[in-house]
C-alpha cells in the first residue's frame, strides 16, 4: 500500500487539523472516493489491467486508515451519451450507491456485502434522448427520504435543476413526481412602477447536497454576484441564500452533518488565479450579466490549473454561519504543501462529523489518460461536533415546483431570454440591463449593465456601468467602469480578456491593435486594491 504523508495544521479557528492520505492497494488507479453512512470509503476505481477505454469499473470499501479493503463490484458500467461520467452517492440505509444512470445495490449492505447489482435508473420528460439537452444529468444527489435532485444542462448553454422521488420497479428505478425547481423567469413587471421591472430570486443552480434534514438544497448557483457561489436553496419556499461571500470564484460546499461546518472549493487560497477582482466591488445585479462569464471563469480558475496553470482551487474549510455573513472571512485552507496536486471532487464528511474527505490529482496528468489521483482526509482532533440535523419529518411539494404539463411546456420552451430591462432603486435612481444572446456557439453573446445614481438603501449609490461580450471559440472580455459611492466606497476601472476555453482561458495582457494592455486595470474596496497585473495568464 502506499504509506500516507500525514501533516498537521494548527488553526486558531478550528484547532489541529491532521491531513493525510487515505492508503489504497498499489493496483488501484484512479480512484475517487466518498464517506458512506456506516462511515467506511466506498471507492469507484479501475485496475491497470481492465479494458481502456471501456466504461469498466470495479467498487470497493475500506477504512480511511487502509485497513478493510473489500472490493463489491467490477465489471461495466454503462453510460449514455448525455451523462456526466459516473458519480457515487450513497442512499442513508448504507445499501445502495446512486452512479447517475444506475444505481449500486449491495447484499445485504456496502459493508459486508455479498452480492452487487447495477440497476438502470430512468430519467423523465425524455431528457436523454431530447436535442435540447448536452446533458440529461451534470450532477445528481439523493436525499435521506429517497429523493433526487439533479441538474440538466442544454445545448443553448442554459439550465435547470429538479427533483422527484426514486421508486423501484421490477426493471429498475423511476423518479415519480419530477418537478423542475429553477426560475420560470428572472424578471417580472414592477407593480409600482410603468416600464419597470423586478428581479426574481435566480433558482436552481448545479446541485451539491441536500440539507436542512431534506428541505433545502446546497447548490452552485447565484448569490447575487458577477461570479459562482454556494447557495442553499430553500424548497419550502422561494428563497435563496448564499452561503459563500467570498469576492472570488467559489463553487461546491459541502456541509457537515451538525450544519456548522463546510468544506468549500474555491480558489481563495490562489492569489494568481482568484478573480476577486472582479467581486470586489458591491453592486446590484452583477449576476445578470454572470452567465456570460461562466464558463471563461471556470475553464480559467479550475480546468485549466488542473491541467498546466500554477494555483490551487481548494478546498477551504468553513464556518458556515461566518462564511454566510462576512466577505472578508477565508476560513482555512486545506490545500496540499506540493503545488503539483490540485484539488477534485468529490468531497463528503464522515458520519461523527469529526473528517472531511477530497480528491487531488496530478496537474496535467490526466492529459490523454486517467489521471493520476489520491484520496486526502482532514481529521478535526480539537472540534467536538454537534448533532446532526435529523431528517425531516415530512417533506411538503416545493411550492414554486413546476410540474406535470406545465413542467413539458416550460421544458419544451426554448430558453428565455430578456433582451432589456430596467430596474428602479428603492431609493434613487435604476439600472439598464440589455443582453444579446449568441445565435450559436462561434458567435459572441453580449450583456451589458448601466448604473444611473442607482441606490436601494439611500446610503449606497452606483454609477458607471459593466459589460461582458463572450465566445467560447474566440474567448470572453469583461469591462468596466463604474463608482460606488457611500460608507465604504469602491470602484471598477478594468479590462480583462481570455482566449478561448479550448486555449484554456488564459488571460491575454499582449498589447491590442492601438498598443494599450489587453488587460488591465483595478477594482478598489475600501482600503482593499486589487490590481488585473498581479494574475497569471
Known amino acids: 500500500m502506499r504509506e500516507p504523508a500525514p501533516t498537521s495544521v494548527r488553526t486558531g479557528e478550528f484547532g489541529r487539523i491532521d491531513i493525510s492520505d487515505v492508503p489504497v492497494p498499489a493496483h488501484v488507479r484512479t480512484g475517487t472516493a466518498t464517506y458512506t453512512p456506516s462511515g ?27 485497513d478493510g479493503f473489500r472490493e463489491i463490484f467490477a465489471g461495466r458500467i454503462p453510460q449514455s451519451p448525455t451523462a456526466n461520467g459516473i458519480r457515487h452517492m450513497p442512499f442513508v440505509d448504507n445499501r445502495r450507491v446512486l452512479l447517475g444512470d444506475h444505481v449500486l445495490e449491495a447484499t ?10 447495477l440497476v438502470g435508473v430512468e430519467y423523465p420528460w425524455g431528457l436523454a434522448a431530447d436535442p435540447r439537452v448536452s446533458h440529461h444529468w451534470s450532477e445528481i444527489i439523493v436525499s435521506p427520504d429517497e429523493r433526487i435532485a ?47 421591472s423586478r428581479v426574481r430570486p435566480t433558482l436552481g443552480g448545479e446541485v451539491k447536497q441536500f440539507v436542512r434534514g431534506g428541505t433545502a438544497i446546497s447548490s452552485v448557483g447565484d448569490g447575487g454576484r458577477v461570479l ?14 448564499p452561503v459563500t461571500r467570498a469576492p472570488g470564484y467559489d463553487e461546491t460546499t459541502i456541509l457537515s452533518p451538525d450544519e456548522q461546518l463546510g468544506i468549500v472549493m474555491s480558489t481563495r487560497a490562489s492569489a494568481t488565479t482568484d478573480l476577486a477582482v472582479l467581486g470586489l466591488v458591491p453592486r446590484p445585479y452583477a449576476n445578470l450579466i454572470g452567465r456570460e462569464l461562466a464558463w471563461a471563469a471556470y475553464i480559467y480558475a479550475v480546468g485549466g490549473v488542473r491541467e498546466f496553470r500554477p494555483g490551487n482551487v481548494g478546498p477551504v474549510l468553513v464556518d458556515i454561519e ?12 486545506l490545500i496540499s504543501d506540493d503545488d503539483d496536486w490540485v484539488y477534485c471532487s468529490p468531497m463528503s464528511w464522515h458520519p461523527d462529523g469529526t473528517k472531511v474527505m477530497w480528491m487531488e490529482m496530478v496537474r496535467g496528468s490526466g492529459r490523454g489518460g486517467d489521471p493520476t489521483m489520491r484520496i486526502r482526509v482532514a481529521h478535526l482532533v480539537d472540534r467536538p461536533p454537534s448533532d446532526p440535523v435529523p431528517a425531516a419529518a415530512e417533506v411538503p411539494a416545493v411550492p414554486y415546483g413546476v410540474t406535470g404539463t406545465d413542467a413539458e411546456r416550460w421544458l419544451a420552451t426554448d430558453s428565455r431570454d430578456v433582451r432589456s430591462a430596467r430596474i428602479a432603486g428603492r431609493h434613487s435612481g435604476y439600472v439598464e440591463y440589455e443582453r444579446e444572446p449568441a ?11 448601466h448604473f444611473v445614481d442607482f441606490s436601494d438603501d439611500g446610503r449606497s449609490v452606483c454609477t458607471g456601468w459593466e459589460r461582458v461580450t463572450s465566445s467560447p471559440v474566440d474567448g470572453t472580455v469583461y469591462e468596466a467602469d463604474l463608482l460606488v459611492r457611500g460608507d465604504v466606497g469602491g470602484e471598477m476601472k478594468l479590462r480583462l480578456e481570455w482566449s478561448g476555453l479550448a486555449d484554456g482561458a488564459r488571460i491575454r495582457f499582449e498589447p ?18 486589487i490590481r488585473v497585473e498581479d494574475l497569471t495568464a
Not at 445485504?108 to 447489482?117: H, R
Not at 421508486?167 to 419530477?178: L, Q
Not at 466577505?327 to 485552507?333: F, K, T
Open 40 to 66: 467506511r470509503v466506498f471507492l469507484l476505481y479501475r485496475h491497470d489491467d481492465d479494458p481502456h477505454g471501456e466504461d469498466y469499473y470495479r467498487a470497493a470499501v475500506v477504512d480511511d486508515d487502509g
Open 108 to 117: 445485504p449492505d456496502l459493508d459486508s456485502c455479498e452480492n452487487a447489482d
Open 150 to 196: 439533479w441538474t440538466t444542462l442544454r445545448k443553448d448553454f442554459t439550465a435547470f435543476a429538479a427533483l422527484g422521488r426514486l421508486r423501484r420497479t421490477e426493471k429498475g428505478y423511476v423518479i415519480d413526481g419530477p418537478t423542475v425547481i429553477s426560475s420560470a423567469e428572472t424578471f417580472v413587471p414592477d407593480p409600482a412602477r410603468a416600464g419597470f
Open 228 to 241: 459562482t457561489d454556494s447557495v442553499i436553496q430553500d424548497l419550502t419556499e422561494e428563497l435563496v441564500v
Open 322 to 333: 461566518r462564511s454566510s455573513t462576512d466577505p472578508s472571512y477565508l476560513g482555512v485552507p
Open 439 to 449: 445565435a450559436h456557439p462561434e458567435v459572441a453573446s453580449r450583456a451589458e449593465l
Open 512 to 529: 491590442d491593435e492601438s498598443g494599450r494592455p489587453r488587460s488591465s486595470g483595478h477594482a478598489r474596496c475600501g482600503d482593499r486594491l
